[in-house]
């Protein structure tokens, strides 16, 4: 992948993120011992932010193959 292509990628993921409102991070935080449901509900939490993440770098990634298309047609 050429430096120009990985920035425009780059670009366009950043402007998505910026678009998103309250985008959580990864809780690093364990939960503390004492509720069985406390680390199935924290990891849930991290799988969903995660899935978050890589739906935002897909669209980054398609949009980016649209904008080369594009390119490459005209």
């Not at 004492?34 to 978050?52: C, F, K, M």
């Amino acid at each position: 992948m050429n430096s120009e292509r990985r920035q425009r990628l780059h670009d366009l993921l950043l402007a998505l993120i910026g678009r998103e409102e309250g985008l959580p991070l990864m809780d690093q935080t364990l939960p503390e011992e004492g509720s069985a449901a406390e680390p199935a509900r924290w990891l849930d939490q991290n799988r969903r932010t995660l899935q978050r993440y890589q739906a935002l770098v897909r669209t980054a990634v398609t949009l980016d193959a649209l904008m080369d298309a594009e390119e490459n047609a005209g």
